[in-house]
């Protein structure tokens, strides 16, 4: 595999934490069927946001924010939004485009001992969403979230907790406890790397093992999972980054030969 380390400078508008698209016409629909339900131009969109202050934004929005977009001229439409869910920065929708999840970015008050993530259903007409579960992550501050090959695990790169973390998913879309927690270890140079810092947490294309980057590590290590949700983290890293680098995120290729970071 070829990784290729890219630096971006860019200004960052912290409100808004994530977007996520759900195509309004799902796979098997007829044109007919198309026709009577939604026009072919048309995706839903569902706006993570900060709704609370944490260190580093803002946080005035009010939870998860759901816009109709016309494919074709951009054109956005307002179509809801779901109150009362804490700093829900990053979304997943499940592959059956009926559950959606959100983390839930706070820890180390009272409140909220620990991070979380939400689980909610997506109605199948209006596209609004419905929160159902929302289960602790073992973690402060978690930032990012996705699917293990089989869609049945929550992968979870909580980032002032340092680590990462996997929870079952249910036959109804809720969560189970977590069954995987690992504590990354060690420090980088620059005095944010003081600890761990886990900043996304997936699987390669493949589905054969799970990357996490860690910003205060300077690395990328490497995970295998079990069928029953353990995690097992190979010796070595995945990749090391140049000092004080402070890697985020990574994107495979379509090919899943490169690696850009």
Do not use: W
Not at 61 to 74: D, F, L, P, R
Not at 80 to 96: D, E, K, Q, R
Not at 143 to 156: E, K, Q, V
Not at 181 to 188: F, L, M, P, T, Y
């Amino acid at each position: 595999i070829k990784i290729t380390q890219i630096m971006i400078m860019k200004q960052l508008m912290y409100i808004i934490g994530c977007l996520v698209v759900l195509n309004a016409c799902s796979e098997g629909t007829s044109v007919e069927e198309q026709s009577n339900e939604e026009p072919m131009n048309s995706s839903y969109l569902y706006i993570g946001t900060y709704t609370k202050y944490p260190p580093h934004a803002s946080g005035n929005a009010e939870g998860i924010y759901v816009y109709k977009m016309n494919t074709e001229t951009g054109a956005l439409d307002s179509v809801g939004m779901i109150a009362n869910i804490v700093n829900p920065s990053y979304l997943a929708i499940h592959p059956n485009k009926q559950l959606l999840y959100a983390i839930n970015e706070h820890g180390a008050d009272a409140n909220n001992p620990t991070g979380a993530v939400s689980a909610f259903t997506i109605d199948e007409d209006t596209k609004q969403l419905t929160i159902i579960d929302t289960e602790s992550v073992g973690g402060d501050a978690p930032c990012h979230i996705s699917f293990d090959a089989t869609h049945s695990f929550i992968l979870t790169a909580n980032y002032v907790g340092g680590n990462v973390a996997v929870l079952p998913i249910s036959s109804d879309g809720r969560l189970e406890e977590v069954s995987a927690n690992i504590k990354h270890q060690g420090s980088g140079t620059h005095p944010r790397q003081a600890a761990p810092h886990a900043h996304f947490f997936a699987f390669e294309p493949n589905g054969t093992y799970a990357v996490a980057v860690d910003l205060g590590l300077d690395q990328v290590l490497k995970y295998e999972l079990t069928p029953e949700g353990q995690l097992a983290q190979s010796a070595q890293p995945f990749y090391e980054t140049a000092a004080e680098a402070g890697p985020r995120h990574l994107i495979f290729s379509t090919k899943g030969d490169v690696v850009y970071i």
